[in-house]
């Protein structure tokens, strides 16, 4: 028996790993592909059944799972972002909220012939989307960058939100499901929120401090920071059951919007567990529903998808965006996209399990009915999204930006003279001085390694298409152009090689990408110069300034870095390709500081008299 459940738990794993390699090899939402194999495995062939593999276990790691879910999520949300969004996101997520909390409501009730009090609740469930489903089909879709940072903002902030939400509809509806008069119930949900939030901060408080003061070594913060939820989730429902969920909420938006607390430290530990643990549950949840209730329901389920899509989240768009500046084309896309993820489906799962132990009527549609908007959303939206952006006109043309990994000098060299060119840059490092160089010389910058699961859904890609690894670090640089030539493309990934020690074959470097600029340049050379004092400049070439006398007049002094066509595009020198720009264009290259006070430019004159743009370090001269 022993042997059986290993396996089975093993195989589970393993199940769950494909299916992630799979959407991501596809560019889809993982939750199409992890849905459907559970239900195939569960339901369907009756190989997993999940309430005979954990039996007591099953309702236990279920909220502890949807916990770690929900502080995580809670963590992220910083009151500072909510001030700082625009107006619209600011709706999307206060107020456009109950638009579809109650035409999600009211269509579950005349529709599915849900009680009242279960309709509202399924509302609840169904104001959420969530980043993990939202960033890839952004990715695919590209559209522009207003409708990108708004879909993806509301993603990211209303995860907490709508679980917070659905927690206090919750013990709303068990309270007056108890048959308690008004105020009794008013009493429990008072209580509920006192002693939910009461945990929440204490254990933000105690914990923040630890990591503030720095009583813990770094290797035991994210054991301690789990160990941490688990108590404040358990402890609070050992006072008031049902209040855990709003404790590691109120836990998570404390701690990420306290200052002098090592945010990036805690967020690592979900790196790993919550991506495991987002995998499984999935897979476990499927695998329970009832197909019998499904055909029960019968067209009832569609009609209730086809509300939220068509009813729901149109009006919900046409309240958040009146008065903007957003154009019809831009709103039409908006309202059409909004996936449901993995929010969604824990909440509605763990709701509906403590309700069917308490006896209510109709507990156990919510599951099927939440998991049928959940796929319809998720599958229609991913395949028809992209076609529709075109057809609006609201998707982006092919990505020229480029995302340059090394917030060093170098890098914002490269970065100033790039955004004089009228190119999206942004700049990734794992170093806090280097981001914030970058972001005081003007240029957009992201904290954090670029490989990570927060990267997955925070790193802005939008209007990026070229990758430039130009870091110190050559096994980082290697693991990122592995990680981005998939999504740009291995002809537009380029590796500045760190140093002559740090060679590889041609055959490695075309795995990793193409070497930027030649063989021969290397990080530790370009460096050097930029400390000595050289300059990023652009040069125009002509009919009678030509690339062969760029050469003649700079000689090794110079370093070409970019060509710029006529028509503005960028391109890279690369050791695997032989640029040849011809009379009008333009060169980008590093020149060292003394070639410049006696050499003509391309235009005959001094570089006193000369045209050009230069963009050292953090300056521009």
């Not at 990505?399 to 917030?407: K, M, N, S, T």
């Not at 110190?472 to 998939?486: E, G, I, Q």
């Amino acid at each position: 028996m022993s042997e059986h459940l290993m396996l089975t738990i093993a195989a589970i794993t393993l199940i769950g790993g494909a299916c992630q390699w799979l959407a991501w090899r596809l560019r889809l939402p993982a939750i199409v592909f992890l849905l459907l194999t559970g239900i195939v495995i569960g339901p369907v062939t009756g190989w997993f059944d999940p309430d005979a593999l954990l039996g007591p276990l099953l309702f236990p790691f279920v909220s502890l799972s949807v916990a770690v879910i929900l502080f995580e999520g809670s963590l992220t949300l910083k009151f500072s972002e909510i001030r700082g969004i625009e107006t619209v996101v600011r709706r999307f997520v206060t107020s456009g909220t109950l638009v579809t909390w109650s035409v999600t409501t009211i269509a579950a009730r005349l529709i599915a012939d849900l009680s009242w009090e279960l309709a509202t609740l399924f509302g609840a469930f169904m104001v959420v989307t969530g980043p993990t489903v939202i960033v890839p089909m952004l990715r695919t879709v590209r559209p522009t960058a207003n409708i990108a940072n708004i879909l993806r903002w509301e993603g990211i902030i209303i995860d907490p939100i709508g679980a917070l939400l659905a927690v206090l509809v919750f013990e709303f509806v068990v309270s007056a499901g108890a048959g308690d008069a008004l105020g009794a119930t008013v009493l429990a949900f008072i209580s509920v929120i006192a002693v939910g939030t009461a945990s929440g901060l204490a254990a933000g408080y105690a914990l923040g401090e630890a990591l503030r003061r720095d009583w813990l070594p770094t290797y035991l913060y994210n054991t301690i920071t789990l160990a941490a939820v688990f108590c404040s989730f358990s402890v609070s429902n050992a006072f008031i059951e049902e209040s855990g969920l709003l404790a590691v909420t109120v836990m998570g938006i404390y701690l990420g919007n306290r200052r002098g607390v090592p945010i990036d430290e805690i967020l690592s530990f979900k790196e790993s567990l919550s991506l495991l643990l987002i995998t499984v549950l999935f897979i476990l949840l499927a695998a329970r529903l009832d197909l019998d209730h499904l055909q029960q329901m019968g067209w009832i389920v569609v009609g209730v998808f086809l509300a939220i899509q068509f009813i729901a989240r149109p009006l919900e768009v046409l309240y958040c965006t009146w008065g903007s500046s957003l154009t019809w084309q831009e709103r039409s896309l908006l309202a059409w996209i909004a996936p449901r993820g993995i929010v969604a489906a824990a909440v509605s799962a763990l709701f509906a399990i403590k309700l069917e132990q308490r006896n209510f009527e109709q507990a156990e549609l919510l599951v099927p009915l939440t998991f049928v908007v959940i796929i319809g959303t998720v599958v229609l939206q991913s395949l028809t999204s992209g076609w529709i952006a075109r057809r609006l006109g609201v998707s982006e043309p092919a990505a020229a930006g480029f995302l340059i990994l090394g917030a060093n000098p170098l890098g914002r060299a490269m970065a100033k003279a790039l955004e004089q060119q009228k190119v999206r840059v942004l700049l990734c490092d794992t170093l806090w001085d280097n981001v914030s160089r970058a972001r005081m010389a003007g240029l957009k910058a992201y904290y954090g390694n670029p490989l990570s699961a927060h990267a997955e859904n925070y790193l802005d890609l939008s209007g990026l298409g070229h990758l430039l690894a130009v870091t110190p670090d050559a096994h980082m640089n290697a693991l990122a152009c592995s990680r981005f030539k998939d999504m740009f493309g291995v002809k537009n990934v380029y590796s500045l090689r760190v140093g002559s020690s740090t060679g590889t074959s041609r055959r490695d470097t075309r795995r990793e990408g193409r070497t930027a600029f030649s063989d021969e340049i290397t990080y530790v050379d370009l460096s050097r110069r930029i400390y000595r004092g050289a300059e990023v400049r652009k040069t125009n070439l002509s009919e009678t300034f030509s690339m062969a006398q760029f050469h003649a007049v700079h000689g090794e002094r110079a370093t070409p870095l970019f060509a710029v066509d006529p028509k503005g595009r960028i391109e890279v020198f690369a050791a695997e390709t032989e640029l040849e720009p011809a009379a009008n264009w333009s060169i980008i290259a590093l020149i060292d500081a003394d070639s410049n006070s006696a050499k003509a430019d391309g235009n005959g004159t001094s570089r006193a008299q000369a045209p050009a743009t230069s963009a050292t370090g953090d300056a521009t001269t």
